[in-house]
């Protein structure tokens, strides 16, 4: 398998512009998970998707971030508009119902807000 | 609600020499517990996890961690630390078995000297 993907894996961007990042899970997992991680606030978890409805959005920070699960193999997470604090590395993750919890994690993508 | 905590942010052992990074959680019901780890420039990787069976638990790469309710601890360690283990490491704790979400503390760096 080819484990979690995310698109693009570097983005650097203008404050003001729309942002769009991506992510398609592992075949057959139920569960995803947006994560955000900054050098001050640590990994923080956005949102999550079981079975591609949102469970808990309790996470994002305001109206400006957007995510979506149209089908089981991808979700979005938008940011619109941008603003510099946005900076950070954003994760995608994972997993399956089998009761392990257990998360995979993809390999992030850098943000950049200028 | 669930949480850990993971005492020292940062901790420096000498090539070769015991690796402990300690984390403690708190959670009401029996938890699942988990440690990741992170090397540079990636994402998320799963080291081991306590679900409830052995209170031993190996992991990958020599790393094994002891589930100790009595403490509410769960401890990571590694007889003789290795300069590739240097990464961060999260502790993460589940307690509502079937949704996936998880709680991560706040990650330890480790430093190898050589």
């Known amino acids: 398998d080819a484990g979690v993907i995310q698109s693009p894996r570097h983005e650097v961007t203008e404050m003001g512009q729309e942002v769009t990042l991506r992510c398609k899970p592992i075949s057959g997992h139920d569960y995803l998970f947006w994560y955000r991680q900054t050098m001050m606030r640590g990994l923080e978890l956005l949102i999550y998707?079981?079975?591609?409805?949102?469970?808990?959005d309790s996470g994002m920070p305001e109206d400006r971030f957007s995510a979506k699960m149209p089908n089981a193999s991808f979700s979005t997470l938008k940011i619109q508009p941008s603003e510099p604090r946005d900076s950070a590395v954003y994760f995608c993750a994972s997993s399956s119902p089998a009761g392990t919890d257990t998360q995979y994690f993809g390999p992030g993508t850098r943000l950049t807000v200028l | 609600a669930q949480s850990v905590t993971q005492l020292g942010s940062h901790v420096s052992v000498s090539e070769g020499a015991l690796v402990l990074l300690r984390c403690n959680y708190s959670s009401s019901v029996p938890p699942y517990l988990f440690w990741y780890v992170q090397y540079p420039n990636q994402g998320l990787q799963l080291l081991l996890k306590y679900t409830s069976a052995a209170t031993l638990v190996k992991g990958i790469n020599g790393f094994e961690a002891e589930f100790k309710k009595s403490e509410t601890s769960f401890h990571l360690t590694k007889p003789s630390a290795h300069m590739s283990d240097a990464a961060e490491y999260f502790c993460?704790?589940?307690?509502?078995?079937?949704?996936?979400?998880?709680?991560f503390g706040t990650g330890t760096r480790l430093t190898i000297i050589p």
């Open positions: 998707f079981n079975n591609n409805v949102p469970i808990d």
């Open positions: 993460a704790v589940s307690v509502n078995f079937g949704n996936e979400k998880l709680t």
